[in-house]
Structure formats: C-alpha cells, structure tokens
C-alpha cells in the first residue's frame, strides 16, 4: 500500500510569488491535514480537510489556503510569499480525521525556500 | 495552545534509558507519539486513548495520565537507531492533533 506522496520535494521561490503544494492520501483515507515544520517551532498545524470541507484551521494568515478533491487529494497554496513562509511543509492522512484513535501518516514534506 | 515537551534535548550513551515527557493545559482525549529522523517524514510509534492505559512497542512504551493530562514515553535500553527528534501529539475531542514543539535524542556509541 502506497504511503503518503507529496510533491514537489524541493521549492525554490521568491518573495511576492505564490506557490501550490500536493498532497496524495494513502488510499481509503479521507482526511488530510497539513502541518509548516520550522526549526525550533516543531508541527504547526494549517488545516484539515474532509471529503471536500475545510474541517479545521490553525492560526495562520488568509495568504495559505487548501483544497481537496473528490479523490481525497489536496492541496496547499500560499500567495504573497514572504521569507518567513521557509519551511517544511507536511501533509498527513487518515481514515477518518476526528476519531480519539485515528491515526495520522505523515508524507516526506515539500521543502520551501523562499528568496 | 500546544503541549509542552520536556527535556528539548538529550544524549544519551547506547544502551541507557530516556523519559520524554508531555504536559497538557486542556483535557486531553487522546496523545500520538511520533518519531522524525533528519529529512524524512515523522513516523508513528503509538497512540494513547483516554484511560490511563500504558502501551509498548519492542523497548519503548508510554503512559498516559488523564487527571494530570500528561504523557510519557519511555525508551529503555537505547539503540543508535533511536535517535532523532520525538513528537507528542495532543487531541481533545473532535479537535485537530496539535504536536509540541519536539524533544531530540542522540544517541552515541
């Protein structure tokens, strides 16, 4: 069974541009969450989607923005880049997302520098 | 508002044991303890539910104390393969699983 895929691996931007992250859940998951990783501030969480619905969102500003398909798919976009944005950007599936006991696969991550 | 972890950082000679706690404002439901290596992604080792139970994977195990809304993770008779960063997740309720900020372990020869 294919674990989580995020593409690309590896961003290289410049302030103002935006960008689009990809998230490909493990097959049958339905939930897929996204997580900024920077040094020192461990997994910020972004927001959770849910067959389609934005379910949950973290406390980050209205520039990231997601999406998921009817496939489960997601993905991530944040305009007006600024340097802080630099990060590690993770996306994790599950079954169901809101289950005590429902457990979270993270892919690789998508590593954004922004210039 | 998320968990605080403690220590931010422990080495460790091979073959020793390590405590990694997580400490909780807001009653929890659930923790998740994950594992992240350099450059790749956090992998999961094991998921605590409301209850007080203690579970164990090989030579690591955790405890979850809901009264305290606190967890441990013990990791007993260290390899070098333990070695990296360690992350508990918190969920309450429905909520989001919001991860602290993370403990490394080094683990030397």
């Known amino acids: 069974k294919a674990g989580v895929t995020q593409t690309p691996r590896y961003l290289i931007k410049t302030r103002g541009q935006q960008v689009t992250l990809s998230c490909s859940p493990i097959?049958?998951?339905?939930?897929v969450s996204w997580y900024q990783q920077t040094p020192g501030q461990g997994l910020q969480f972004l927001f959770e989607y849910f067959s389609e619905t934005q379910r949950n969102k973290g406390n980050f500003p209205g520039r990231f923005s997601g999406r998921q398909f009817s496939n489960s798919r997601s993905e991530m976009n944040v305009s007006t880049l600024e340097l802080g944005d630099s990060a590690l950007y993770l996306c994790?599936?599950?079954?169901?997302?809101?289950?005590?006991?429902?457990?979270?696969?993270f892919g690789a991550g998508t590593r954004l520098s922004v210039l | 508002q998320q968990p605080v972890q403690s220590p931010q950082a422990v080495i460790l000679r091979e073959g020793e044991d390590a405590v990694i706690n997580c400490s909780s404002s807001?009653?929890?439901?659930?923790v998740h303890w994950y594992r992240q290596k350099h450059g790749e992604a956090p992998v999961f080792l094991m998921i605590?539910?409301?209850?007080?139970e203690q579970k164990g994977h090989d030579k690591i195990s955790a405890s979850f104390n809901e009264k305290k809304q606190q967890s441990s993770l013990y990791l007993t008779a260290s390899q070098l393969s333990y070695s990296g960063t360690y992350f508990c997740?918190?969920?309450?309720?429905?909520?989001?699983?919001?991860f602290g900020k993370g403990t490394r372990l080094h683990i030397l020869p």
């Open positions: 097959s049958g998951h339905r939930s």
């Open positions: 807001k009653a929890l439901y659930s």
């Open positions: 997740g918190v969920k309450r309720g429905d909520d989001k699983i919001i």
């Open positions: 994790a599936s599950s079954f169901k997302g809101q289950a005590p006991g429902d457990i979270q696969y």
């Open positions: 605590l539910l409301k209850g007080g």
